[in-house]
């Protein structure tokens, strides 16, 4: 009974349009930051190393190399404060978790891009790795 009420309380404020998001996919997330009485919106440009929780409470922590020091923020994927992911490139990668990122840097933090080709045979859409 009361899964259902908290469920449908939560429908309202979940977003429909996000993408499709996987671990090693390099996404922009713009997030609107409040500086004093100016709002302006901030791009954050990294990968994804993990997906966490479900519904509105599912997160996403993304993870970029500033300055030659990895910086890792997490970002609530239903939050107002959140204003749009797109996705800039899908990653192909073995692991649901990417913490392994952490300890590499240059050329080893590299991550294979997953190709998404059209087979015209059969009109559907086959992954090549």
């Known amino acids: ?11 309202e404020y979940l977003k429909e349009s996000l993408p499709d998001l996987a671990p090693g996919d390099s996404v922009k997330v713009k997030v ?3 500086e004093g009485n100016k709002e302006r919106v901030q791009a954050y440009e990294g990968v994804v190393i993990r997906l966490r ?12 190399v500033f ?3 990895g910086v890792e923020r997490i970002f609530l994927l239903h939050s ?3 204003e749009s ?20 840097s240059g050329k080893a933090a590299r991550i294979r891009e997953k190709v998404v080709t059209n087979t015209a045979a059969s009109g559907k859409k086959a992954d090549k790795k």
């Open 53 to 64: 929780g479900g519904g509105i409470n599912r997160t996403v922590t993304v993870r970029r």
């Open 67 to 69: 300055q030659g020091i």
């Open 32 to 34: 609107r930051i409040i």
């Open 85 to 104: 992911i797109t996705v800039i490139r899908k990653g192909y990668v073995r692991r649901s978790k990417l913490y392994y990122m952490r300890e590499r």
């Open 1 to 11: 009974m009361s899964n259902e009420l908290i469920k449908s309380i939560e429908k």
């Open 80 to 82: 107002p404060k959140v």
